[in-house]
Structure formats: structure tokens, C-alpha cells
């Protein structure tokens, strides 16, 4: 037998979605204050500002480096309190951060605002975003990013796409301005500089390479700025959410678009070979993110995706938007960001 074309239960669509109240306001945005402050100062601090960092160690003996580890809080406590001297005391400097900042709260914002309108059209509950402030240098950008929460079941596939899609395509879209500006204001890096730097390598999305070419400008030998970061920021977290597997953005996409089955072997193909590419990633580049990568699919792989009521499949139009959220997918995707030479 032949699922039906469409299936509205009554008490999906007729219902009234959850409205918010001021308690509920009053803490999201009170969130959202502490994460903007972090984020400030992380803009200063390396690996996103040229201003301030932890002194140098290297502890030869054990009793040397356990007092090293006894000596990091109050040094961290203190390398943040001249950050926040300096943003305070630098126009400059309170300038750089707050670009970083603005423009970093600007893509989480408008990614997860892209998930709560779709949720509301759907009538759907869900909470308003959650940002999730971090220590900087501990969370290097001052944050983990935000979330919302869905309460209520997806009434059908189609639903369950539009919500997904919908937040990192909203990103996108904030962020390209941003890297663009990012690229364009990029210097080249001076001998100098090139021979001075960390040995930390933010490996370039795509999009950023593109761009590149389009301003005549390699961004791998370029000397980064506040807009250049927070739109690589803003392209890694559009990419890790478009991962196909689990509750992931991505995932929502998989499960609308093909279905429960397929859904279930993306993510466990997806695990294995981002495992493999780790390790190949951290013996010939240094670098350990693609283990950070590995994490999150092995989390989601074990997290069953809810079945919507409506099992229609898309139409053509959506068919459409879910290659360009592949596209999306592709221009941010990096398997190595972060690469230790």
C-alpha cells in the first residue's frame, strides 16, 4: 500500500506553539551577554588576536613541571585580567575584539534563529538559542557555540528538513560578507612574520581559498585579522553541523531526503572513515582535530533520529536546496582545521 501524500494530524498543526516568556528571555540573553564578553576577550588572545598569550615554559624535570602545572591558574587568572586591561585601555585593541566578537555572535545568531523561525512556522516547540560561553583559550573562541532544544515531535520529513537546513543555510549566508571582508583586508605576511609564527595553521575552507583567488591574495601566507577568524570559525561550525549523522544538522537532512535506512549507514560509514583520516591527519599534518571530529560522529551514531508522523518525501524544490546545502557543505568542510607544524 501507498503512504498517503500528505497526513496533518490535528494536534501537530492546529496546536499553538509555546511562547516564551520574560524569565525565559531574560536568561537566553543574559547568556548571550556572558558569551559576548567572552568572545571579546578571546579576539585578543592567541590564536585569534596578536596581543596577548601564556609565557613560555619548558619545564625539564618533574618537579619543574609540576609546579608549572600549580603556577597555570594564577597566570591564566592574571593573563586575562591584562586582556581585559588592555580592551579597556586600547581603542585599538577593544576595536579588533569586538569585530571578532560581533561578527562570530552575528553567524551563531543568525544560524540558530534560521532553526527557531522554521520551528515556529512549523508550530514545533522549541526553546530559544542557547549560547554557551566558554573560558577563552579554554574554549579558544570564548565559546562552544549555541543550540536550541526541539520539545515537540517533527509532524513530517518535509518539516524535519526545513528545520534542519534552515539554520546552517542562514549562517551561510550571514557569514559571507564577513569573509569576505576578512579576505579582502588580509595582509601578506612578511618574511618576518612567516619565519616568527606558532606553527598553528588554520587550514582554509573552500570558500576561503576561492575567495583568495578572486582578491589575488593566498590566504595560507596571509596575516589573519578579526574578520578572517570569526568567518573561519563561523565555516567550521557550519561544517561540523552539516556532518551527516545523528540529530546534526546534517542528519536532518540525510533522514528527510532518503530516509530512515540511509540515515542509519551514513553516520556509520561517516565514523570509521573520519577515525582513519585522524590518524593520517595527525601523523602527517600534526594535527589532532580530526579526532575532535571522529568524537562527535561516534556520539551521533548512537543517537536514533525521532520519526515525523508525515512520511511523504520531499518534492523537487526541497530536492533543489538539499544540494545546495551539499554545496554549502563542501566550501566549509575541512577533515584537518587546525594543523601543528
Not at 130 to 149: C, D, H, V, Y
Not at 305 to 328: E, G, N, S, W, Y
Request: aromatic share 12%; glycine share 8%.
Amino acid at each position: 500500500m501507498s503512504e498517503p501524500e500528505s497526513f496533518d494530524p490535528p494536534f501537530v498543526y492546529e496546536r499553538q506553539g509555546m511562547k516564551p516568556t520574560a524569565r525565559t528571555w531574560i536568561k537566553h540573553i543574559l547568556l548571550l551577554l556572558i558569551t559576548f564578553c567572552t568572545v571579546t576577550i578571546a579576539g585578543t588572545l592567541f590564536p585569534f588576536g596578536p596581543y596577548q598569550t601564556l609565557p613560555d615554559a619548558d619545564p625539564q624535570t618533574a618537579a619543574e613541571f609540576f609546579q608549572l602545572l600549580l603556577s597555570l591558574p594564577v597566570k591564566y587568572v592574571a593573563l586575562i585580567a591584562d586582556a581585559v586591561t588592555v580592551l579597556f585601555t586600547q581603542p585599538e585593541n577593544l576595536a579588533y575584539g569586538l569585530s571578532f566578537s560581533l561578527s562570530l555572535l552575528f553567524i551563531l545568531i543568525c544560524h540558530e534563529m534560521g532553526h527557531y523561525i522554521a520551528c515556529r512556522l512549523y508550530k514545533v516547540d522549541a526553546t530559544l538559542p542557547f549560547f554557551l560561553p566558554t573560558p577563552p583559550m579554554i574554549g579558544p573562541a570564548g565559546t562552544f557555540g549555541a543550540f536550541i532544544k526541539i520539545l515537540s515531535p517533527m509532524p513530517s520529513r518535509r518539516a524535519v528538513f526545513d528545520i534542519g537546513v534552515a539554520g546552517p543555510i542562514a549562517g551561510f549566508v550571514a557569514l559571507l560578507p564577513i569573509a569576505v571582508t576578512g579576505i579582502a583586508l588580509m595582509q601578506p605576511a612578511t618574511p618576518e612574520q612567516l619565519a616568527n609564527s606558532s606553527g598553528l595553521v588554520f587550514a582554509d575552507p573552500l570558500l576561503m581559498r576561492l575567495l583568495g583567488v578572486f582578491f589575488g591574495l593566498d590566504p595560507a601566507v596571509g596575516v589573519g585579522n578579526a574578520f578572517y577568524f570569526a568567518a573561519w570559525v563561523g565555516l567550521l561550525v557550519t561544517a561540523l553541523n552539516l556532518i551527516p549523522s545523528g540529530q546534526l544538522d546534517g542528519g536532518h537532512a540525510i533522514y528527510a531526503v532518503f530516509g530512515e535506512k540511509v540515515h542509519y549507514w551514513t553516520g556509520r560509514v561517516a565514523f570509521p572513515i573520519m577515525a582513519a583520516l585522524s590518524i593520517v591527519g595527525m601523523y602527517f599534518f600534526g594535527s589532532p582535530s580530526g579526532f575532535l571530529i571522529a568524537i562527535i560522529l561516534g556520539i551521533m551514531m548512537r543517537i536514533k533520529h525521532p520519526r515525523p508522523f508525515d512520511q511523504t518525501p520531499l518534492d523537487t524544490k526541497r530536492k533543489i536546496v538539499a544540494f545546495a546545502t551539499l554545496l554549502i557543505f563542501i566550501l566549509c568542510f575541512v577533515p584537518f582545521p587546525i594543523q601543528i607544524n
